[in-house]
């Protein structure tokens, strides 16, 4: 396959937002994934962008205008942000510019969408986006805006079908759900299932009405190994892309699946988690990559650093590379981690099997991939040539320092 056109989006401000004391949500391993895409010189193989920051018109493209609104209003007051909902949620508190960080954050999926859209790129990246917990009139799980339903949308507006894979330990709960009676969508989430947030995402949830079998659940137990993630990732996955026919690949990479993560309970490698981007890529779909979970942060920037290669193409060296943050990735100053010795595999043989049986079952039982009768392209509301180029293969500003 020859080289694909890659476009990353990044903005400066992401690393300056901050959940709050004791959050395990930081906001600035995004940028330190940019050190490292700029140490290892993966930049000079892109199209860099600043992303636009979404608008509330954009945004209510899913969620209510109430929500939109409340975000907008939301003041530090040492409160809980969702307390006068039904149920408060202690894990989504209000913070200094939480809007303007869901903008930065939606925006740059949106512009991902639409440069597919455009023909501009064959994959966009934004490692800053990922919220799949978001609801259309709630916030949920550290999640304020659901930036991969607003790509989804806008990749709608050009492309028949759109397949959403999440290999996060969480299940994509909020992307399920928006599009759960949908048979232009379909949904897969490979996830951690029984006592664990959300608590959705069993096998049996496969969608409805015209979403039957749309939605794919694929519940796996604590201490998955690369090993075993292949072995029951490929084959599903082959017959996913086989019967649905996606036009457009939406790819949330959720590095809470790691080994050693503070609230994943997972026990994968950069190269078991990045096989599966490495795999998906192969199939030469239009596809976005987006990022999620993820709470020890030097281990998120090493993925997100190493997928960025494999998106392009490229080995990188294992030696972590001169960046300002540098002494995060001590003692061993090494780009590739290690398995947890002490975690079990509790995903034994039999119930993956099990599990990979009844989710090729329900794949099969996919009619026929829908067909779409033409219609007039909604206008974008952010026009490309608004967009901002940092740099392109033929231009060099700032970040050839």
Known sequence: MSERRVAYFYDENIGNYYYGQGHPMKP???????????????????????PHYATPEELMQ???????????????????????????REDCPVFENMFEFSQICAGASIDCAQILNQGEADIAVNWS????????????????????VLAILELLKYHERVLYLDIDAHHGDGVEEAFYTSNRVMTVSFHKFGNFFPGT???KDCGAGSGKYHCLNIPLKSGMTDECYERIFEPIM???VYHFQPNALVMQCGSDSLAHDKLGKFNLTLRGHGHCIKFMKEFGLPMMVIGGGGYTVAN??????????IVLGKDIENEIPSNDYYQYYGPSYNLHIEPDKNLENRNQRDYLETAMIRCLE?????????SVQRQDIPPDFFPSEFREKIRSRETVLEYEE
């Open 238 to 240: 082959r017959e996913v």
């Open 129 to 148: 986006g990922g919220f799949h917990h978001a609801k259309k009139g709630e916030a949920s799980g550290f999640c304020y805006i659901n930036d991969i």
């Open 62 to 88: 899913f969620h209510t205008a109430d929500h939109i609104k409340f975000l907008q209003k939301a003041e530090i007051s040492g409160e809980r942000l969702f307390t006068h909902y039904e149920r408060a």
């Open 201 to 203: 995402g069993d096998i």
């Open 28 to 50: 600035h391993r995004v940028r330190m994934t940019h050190q490292l895409i700029l140490g290892y010189k993966l930049y000079r193989s892109m199209d860099v962008y600043r």
């Open 300 to 309: 998120v920037a090493r993925c997100w650093a190493y997928e960025t290669g």
């Open 362 to 370: 329900n794949i099969r039982r996919l009619e026929g991939a829908p």
